[in-house]
């Protein structure tokens, strides 16, 4: 409890503030995927009978970039509960701060303001629990994205193998099998480190 | 919820408003804070109440990095402009605020310290955000005494402070005003009775008249553009003020 009433709150809400710009970051990236795996099924369709296998995998990239923007946008929900939940939290400490002030003057004055910071504490409290349960649900979501995102990374390896089979579209097609590596890739790896910091 | 929506945007400048908030409870006055962007450089003009800060902060950090505002703006020195700063202050202590002179001294009972202020003085002064100029208009008397609006000629946008306010009915929550007489009608008593100086609100007028003016942004309401600003400010001028009380 000390810890949260101390100065390393309003670090807290830097903290917050951190993993809301990584995941906007994460979430930025995200929105390429779609037009990366529509773009990969027109190439396929363009390219015909040569590339079944592309087809198929490009479709399944469709679906995977769906699904991704339903976990990112559950993602956005929760970081801006957690944003919300620490900025208000601001506020309580500050309260408190007022009342600790008031304490360092004396037993009769802890002893006049005691109810008060009860209160106080008792609103603290329920915050912090509150953005516990924040964090919870975002690591939560953090780890369902991840596991999305290892099964992106596998379709766009097939992608790349597929490709190999696309005739005179082959350049192109590995291009943009790369192009979806390369984003799952560096949203998975942003998470990742993510998830380890919010661990510690 | 508050929600960030952006209503300028040209390159690396932007402007944003947290408008109203048609969730908020009904004892507290809803107000618009904005957000002027250049690049990495971000200044918050009436940041609001303290009551609020989390709802700002938090619409303001779903779309900008929260660290890029490096200014505060109050208008004035009234609670629902600037009781937060104490808040923004501990998210940010090196935030810098801008605020009339006469209030230098009152402002701080909601939080900072001395390094924290920079002093307008009564005739205004240019703002440098990342080499982006804004100034300070004065705007005394309209309602506050040390009172000032901020303007960006390139944008051409004012933001007004409480000048041009309106107390809308929760119905009317459009961001803009779409219907200048139906609108009107809930800005009226709010200049006769905020609004004390007849002369100062001439003078005003006089001078924002001058201004090319594309957006005129009030902190409670909504936003007058293209011919609404000019019928707001004619319609302001031939308006009574200070008469609030009366009838
Ligand atoms: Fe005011
Ligand atoms: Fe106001």
């Given at each position: 409890?000390e810890?949260?009433?101390?100065?390393?709150?309003a670090?807290?809400?830097r903290?917050?503030v951190?993993a809301?710009?990584?995941?906007?970051k994460?979430?930025r990236?995200?929105?390429?995927?779609?037009?990366?795996?529509?773009?990969?099924m027109l190439?396929?369709?363009?390219?015909?009978?040569?590339?079944?296998?592309?087809?198929?995998v490009?479709?399944e990239?469709r679906v995977?970039?769906h699904?991704?923007?339903g976990?990112m946008s559950g993602?956005?929900?929760?970081?801006?509960e957690?944003?919300?939940?620490?900025a208000?939290?601001?506020?309580?400490?500050?309260?408190?701060g007022?009342l600790?002030?008031?304490v360092?003057?004396?037993?009769?004055?802890r002893?006049?303001v005691a109810?008060?910071?009860a209160r106080?504490?008792?609103?603290?409290?329920?915050?912090?629990q509150e953005?516990?349960?924040d964090w919870?649900?975002?690591?939560?979501?953090?780890?369902?994205v991840?596991?999305?995102c290892?099964?992106g990374?596998?379709?766009?390896?097939?992608a790349?193998?597929?490709?190999v089979y696309?005739?005179?579209?082959s350049n192109i097609l590995k291009q943009?099998?790369s192009?979806?590596?390369?984003?799952?890739?560096?949203?998975?790896?942003?998470?990742?480190?993510l998830r380890t910091?919010?661990?510690e | 919820?508050?929600?960030?929506?952006?209503?300028y945007e040209?390159?690396p400048?932007?402007w944003?408003?947290?408008?109203?908030?048609?969730e908020?409870?009904?004892?507290?006055?809803?107000?618009?804070?904005?957000?002027?962007?250049?690049?990495?450089?971000?200044?918050?003009a009436?940041?609001g109440?303290?009551e609020?800060f989390?709802a700002?902060?938090?619409?303001?950090?779903a779309e900008?990095?929260?660290y890029?505002?490096?200014?505060l703006?109050?208008s004035?020195?009234?609670?629902d402009i600037?009781?937060?700063?104490?808040?923004?202050?501990n998210?940010n202590?090196?935030?810098k605020?801008?605020?009339?002179?006469?209030?230098?001294?009152?402002?701080?009972h909601?939080?900072?310290?001395?390094e924290?202020?920079i002093?307008?003085p009564?005739?205004?002064?240019s703002?440098s955000l990342?080499?982006?100029m804004l100034?300070a208009?004065?705007?005394?008397?309209?309602?506050s005494?040390?009172?000032?609006?901020?303007?960006d000629?390139k944008?051409?946008i004012?933001?007004?402070?409480?000048?041009?306010?309106?107390?809308?009915?929760p119905e009317?929550n459009?961001?803009?005003?779409?219907?200048?007489?139906?609108?009107?009608r809930?800005?009226?008593?709010?200049h006769r009775?905020?609004m004390g100086?007849?002369?100062?609100k001439?003078?005003w007028?006089e001078?924002?008249?001058?201004l090319?003016?594309?957006?005129?942004c009030p902190?409670?309401g909504?936003i007058?553009?293209?011919e609404?600003?000019k019928?707001f400010?004619?319609?302001?001028?031939?308006?009574?003020?200070?008469?609030?009380?009366?009838?």
């Amino acid at each position: 409890m000390e810890e949260i009433r101390g100065n390393s709150h309003a670090a807290d809400l830097r903290r917050v503030v951190k993993a809301n710009e990584d995941i906007k970051k994460v979430i930025r990236i995200s929105s390429g995927v779609n037009l990366v795996a529509l773009n990969a099924m027109l190439i396929a369709k363009r390219s015909g009978e040569r590339s079944r296998g592309f087809a198929v995998v490009s479709s399944e990239l469709r679906v995977f970039s769906h699904k991704l923007d339903g976990a990112m946008s559950g993602l956005g929900t929760l970081i801006f509960e957690l944003v919300s939940d620490a900025a208000a939290m601001q506020k309580q400490r500050q309260e408190h701060g007022h009342l600790l002030a008031i304490v360092a003057q004396g037993k009769r004055m802890r002893e006049l303001v005691a109810p008060a910071l009860a209160r106080v504490d008792e609103r603290i409290s329920g915050t912090v629990q509150e953005i516990g349960r924040d964090w919870q649900k975002l690591s939560l979501q953090l780890n369902r994205v991840l596991q999305l995102c290892e099964t992106g990374g596998s379709l766009a390896r097939s992608a790349k193998i597929e490709a190999v089979y696309g005739g005179d579209m082959s350049n192109i097609l590995k291009q943009v099998a790369s192009r979806i590596e390369e984003t799952v890739n560096e949203i998975f790896s942003t998470l990742k480190l993510l998830r380890t910091q919010l661990a510690e | 919820m508050k929600k960030l929506k952006f209503i300028y945007e040209n390159g690396p400048h932007k402007w944003a408003v947290v408008a109203r908030d048609p969730e908020k409870p009904g004892y507290l006055i809803d107000t618009n804070e904005y957000l002027v962007l250049n690049g990495s450089e971000a200044l918050l003009a009436d940041p609001g109440g303290m009551e609020i800060f989390s709802a700002v902060f938090s619409a303001i950090s779903a779309e900008i990095d929260p660290y890029t505002i490096r200014y505060l703006f109050a208008s004035h020195q009234d609670p629902d402009i600037i009781s937060s700063l104490a808040l923004w202050l501990n998210f940010n202590p090196d935030l810098k605020c801008y605020l009339s002179w006469l209030w230098g001294s009152f402002i701080p009972h909601f939080g900072g310290t001395a390094e924290t202020f920079i002093a307008i003085p009564d005739e205004g002064m240019s703002i440098s955000l990342g080499g982006l100029m804004l100034e300070a208009v004065p705007a005394h008397y309209l309602h506050s005494s040390g009172n000032f609006n901020l303007y960006d000629r390139k944008a051409k946008i004012l933001f007004s402070g409480d000048v041009g306010a309106a107390l809308l009915p929760p119905e009317e929550n459009g961001l803009f005003v779409e219907n200048f007489d139906r609108h009107i009608r809930h800005a009226r008593d709010f200049h006769r009775r905020w609004m004390g100086s007849n002369a100062a609100k001439l003078n005003w007028c006089e001078r924002v008249s001058r201004l090319d003016i594309d957006m005129l942004c009030p902190q409670h309401g909504a936003i007058y553009r293209g011919e609404d600003v000019k019928r707001f400010i004619d319609w302001f001028a031939a308006l009574e003020v200070g008469s609030g009380i009366r009838e």
